[in-house]
């Protein structure tokens, strides 16, 4: 993969102080790590700025405390989000915090494991872009993805501070029906961008829990 350096530079908006609220809520429940909020808050923008243009509906694959999928939505005015996470809990807070930030007319969130939920004929092939932040490990995480997205959608990933050789299979995304990645950097921090090529086969993902348990790579 050949990273791609960016320019971009972030500039705080109400919306953005609005968010930090809700990321404190979600930092005291548990589903963000450590550190400041404006950090998390900071990464999301990076994140959704991967996206080569706002996309009219986008799913984030296991939303948990609502980065980057609460972010996108609120900076990307004309867009529906789809936020899926396994946690009734985690779910239950992004209804919450989706009411608080005055966006319910514009998402929707599902309860239930990405495995399954990409099996439904309403959400299957239908999204233009789909973003992951520490759902899982890469072959994971693309296998779950590939059945949402629609031929020439785009899967963006949050990739580690450090960049490593081997954390993405060409033959095995190419079983997917994604091109291989590339590494986008900006302010330092790297995304992987996988576009999607044509839609995947209908075994994939394969049934819960084994996209886990036995990786494609």
């Given at each position: 993969m050949r990273p791609i350096h960016l320019l971009w530079s972030i500039s705080m908006t109400t919306w953005d102080l609005e968010l930090l609220a809700v990321l404190e809520r979600a930092?005291?429940?548990g589903f963000l790590g450590p550190g400041p909020v404006e950090t998390q808050l900071a990464h999301a923008l990076t994140h959704i700025a991967c996206v080569p243009c706002v996309p009219l509906r986008f799913l984030d694959l296991g939303a948990g405390g609502g980065v980057p999928g609460?972010?996108?939505v609120a900076h990307w005015p004309g867009s529906h989000a789809v936020l899926i996470d396994a946690?009734?809990?985690?779910?239950?807070?992004?209804?919450?915090?989706?009411?608080m930030l005055g966006l319910?007319?514009?998402v929707t969130v599902m309860l239930g494991r990405a495995e399954v939920l990409a099996h439904d004929p309403e959400l299957r092939g239908t999204f233009p872009v789909v973003l992951s932040r520490s759902f899982g490990p890469p072959a994971v995480?693309?296998?779950?993805?590939?059945a949402?997205?629609?031929?020439g959608g785009v899967l963006v990933v949050s990739e580690p501070p450090v960049l490593m050789d081997g954390r993405w299979n060409d033959a095995a995304l190419l079983s997917l029906g994604f091109d291989p990645p590339e590494v986008v950097t900006l302010d330092a921090v790297h995304f992987a961008v996988l576009r999607c090529s044509r839609r995947t086969d209908d075994r994939f993902p394969r049934r819960d829990g084994v996209p886990a348990k036995r990786p494609l790579w």
């Open positions: 930092r005291s429940l609460l972010v996108a946690s009734e809990r985690r779910c239950r807070f992004l209804v919450e915090a989706t009411a319910h007319d514009r995480t693309a296998e779950c993805a590939a949402f997205l629609e031929p």
